[in-house]
DNA sequence: AACACATACCTTGCAATACAAGATAGTGAG
DNA sequence: CTCACTATCTTGTATTGCAAGGTATGTGTT
């Protein structure tokens, strides 16, 4: 059991909070998440993950200047997004009880 | 982004947190994550997972007779197994920690 | 100019795993 | 006998994080 399967189905929601808080770009979005304290989150997962999302329409992008290197992709939230961003904090915070439940209690 | 996706890599560490407590079987093991609060489990997910794990040496298993039904395989921790659980609470408080740094902090 | 390096984005193929749907079987109640 | 409940297992599918690699821009050094 790794790391990396208990990030399923949690990356998204945590791309959701950051992008909440500020207009974000992914290369940014990996780093910001290292501050955070996870395990590095590859380039290869996230930036799939916005495109998906934006499909989706949570979220919409537009192209900036950087100063320095290639130009930047700003994510920021859409409403639907907003939606999703609260349910999945719902969703969070249920899950973090039934597990704090079941390896917590009792003994 | 259903409930589903963030149970992967947190049922196992579930399951055998379950067994920690005491010899259990599958069918049952299924009625108690309900009791905790979590939406109903499928027997399709539990059982293949309960053989992956005996396979790794984190479970044993007996089967008796049940005294209305067909016979049950209950399950215990092995040594191994209980490593793993303390493994595996390593990393959810870990991964709790995280997450609500980043859904919680700043706004 | 040539080169290394950091920044920044994207694609392909793979592995892990939860689930739906369904098969199989024993027991007891009506 | 039929139905419901208990109990286990199998097959096929969808999702998703990641490794590995590719493309491209800007800065600084030699």
Same sequence: chains 1, 2.
Avoid: H
């Amino acid at each position: 059991m790794s790391q990396t399967q208990m990030m399923k189905g949690i990356l998204d929601g945590c791309l959701l909070a950051i992008i909440a808080r500020k207009e974000c770009y992914g290369y940014e979005m990996a780093e910001s998440l290292s501050e955070y304290g996870f395990d590095t989150i590859s380039e290869g997962t996230i930036y799939p993950l916005l495109m998906r999302m934006q499909r989706e329409g949570l979220v919409s992008s537009v192209l900036r200047n950087s100063t320095a290197g290639p130009k930047r992709k700003y994510y920021s939230l859409t409403s639907k997004g907003q939606q999703e961003l609260n349910e999945f904090q719902t969703r969070w915070f249920q899950l973090e009880n039934c597990v704090n439940a079941v390896i917590k209690e009792g003994n």
